[in-house]
């Protein structure tokens, strides 16, 4: 088990700007790339957003940003 799970931690975010990461977190694309990882029956699942892809924030679901416009910022 990781640390994050030992720390209780629901829910965290890795920004891949350059698409530097490794393939295991950002995919094999090494492209830009907003991975949300999300504690789910005691796992995390993550899902990946890159480019024109709306962000799933699940808690503020008004908020409509896509990975770009993030990146942009």
Not at 25 to 37: E, L, N, P, R
Not at 41 to 47: A, Q, R, S
Not at 67 to 72: D, N
């Amino acid at each position: 088990m990781g640390y994050y799970e030992l720390m209780g931690i629901r829910k965290y975010w890795i920004l891949g700007y350059f698409g530097l990461g490794g393939g295991r977190f950002i995919g094999d694309a090494k492209i830009t790339t907003i991975s949300v990882y999300t504690m789910v029956d005691g796992e995390y699942e993550v899902k990946q957003f890159h480019d024109d892809k709306i962000i799933d924030f699940l808690v503020f679901t008004e908020l409509q940003l896509t990975a770009a416009q993030i990146f942009q910022a």
